[in-house]
């Protein structure tokens, strides 16, 4: 028997439900996950847990059924999510949780093997991005402003479509994050990276104005570095920010999402259709990758086609010839 084989089979008598909570604890201290993704993590491997409990007829589960268990089981496990009903994207989470929580396994010797290796990812079906005309952003950002709470809200809505922040990122920003001089916000992002984001002229008016009144939502004596405060003076929260982005977006557009997260897809779109290049946007919206960012093309082209209908010649020609001529008189 190898030293490795020795060490797995010492690891094996840990129960799966052990190992779940060093997986979550060692996301939560070493990969600096957020809560957000712990708990999604946590919510995909109890149901992977309830769906072995079943595959092994009710026996305790340990790494060494893990590992036999191979990608044979996995794949019975998504037929499984698919026949209680889960679309694709949902069983890709819950795949990405097994596997990541497998591939832990492996790296520290729990079991001898990754046992999802040979695990296909199902196709994901691509959603096009919800997004907002460009005319009723502007209409969005025009919209009055009387007291400390208008004046925070308009300069979160300047803030997630002038930079394409996502709304937790917003949430975290601190006072200290912006520099007004430059017109650059740092922003922390997914997993704990930093990027330098651009802000725009009017996203820059928008904060200070909103810093002259921002002490108005601190109670007496009390101080934070936060940027946004929600009515009682702490942090505002993302379920807030969803609310005030979704009131404004409702009060000029009917588009279908009306969240913080349609803002970013505008702002993304926007750049695109006004020639910026792909990769300098995929940087400013933290993208890891070119492909999650070129979702955002189809809708490019699509108004490259509407200029191009509108604009060409021969196109308009085309449309002339084809319209039905009225009788002579």
Avoid: W
């Avoid at 990812?121 to 460009?134: L, N, R, Y």
């Avoid at 400390?148 to 601190?174: H, P, Q, W």
């Avoid at 000029?252 to 006004?274: I, Y």
């Amino acid at each position: 028997m190898s030293p490795q084989e020795g060490k797995c089979e010492e690891m094996g008598g840990l129960s799966a439900v052990d190992m779940v909570v060093s997986f979550l604890d060692y996301l939560r201290k070493e990969r600096g996950a957020s809560a957000k993704t712990i708990s999604t993590y946590e919510q995909s491997l109890r149901e992977f847990q309830a769906f072995l409990a079943e595959y092994y007829d009710g026996t305790a589960i340990d790494a060494g059924k893990l590992e036999s268990l191979g990608e044979d089981g996995v794949r019975a496990f998504l037929v499984e999510l698919d026949k209680r009903g889960n679309d694709r994207q949902t069983v890709r989470k819950k795949l990405s949780a097994v596997r990541s929580f497998s591939k832990y396994l492996a790296k520290f010797e729990y079991t001898a093997r990754d046992f999802t290796g040979f695990v296909g990812t199902p196709k994901a079906k691509k959603p096009i991005p919800v997004f907002v005309e460009e005319e009723s952003v502007e209409k969005i950002l025009r919209l009055p402003t009387s007291g400390a709470k208008d004046f925070r809200d308009n300069a979160i809505m300047e803030l997630l479509y002038g930079t394409g922040m996502r709304v937790s990122e917003l949430c975290g920003l601190n006072i200290t994050d912006l520099d007004y001089d430059n017109r650059l916000v740092r922003v922390l992002g997914k997993r704990r990276k930093e990027r330098i984001v651009p802000m725009t002229a009017g996203s820059t008016t928008a904060v200070r104005e909103y810093l002259k009144v921002r002490d108005e939502l601190l109670p007496e004596n009390v101080e934070t570095p936060a940027l946004f405060l929600a009515s009682n003076g702490k942090r505002m929260i993302t379920a807030s920010v969803y609310r005030v982005v979704s009131r404004r977006i409702a009060k000029v557009s009917d588009v279908e999402r009306k969240g913080p997260h349609t803002l970013r897809h505008s702002f993304a779109t926007h750049l695109l259709n006004h020639g910026a290049d792909l990769e300098a946007v995929r940087q400013l919206l933290g993208h890891e990758s070119l492909s999650t960012t070129q979702i955002y093309t189809h809708l490019s082209i699509e108004q490259l086609k509407k200029v191009y209908r509108n604009a060409h010649p021969r196109e308009n020609m085309q449309t002339r010839a084809t319209k039905p001529q009225s009788e002579p008189r």
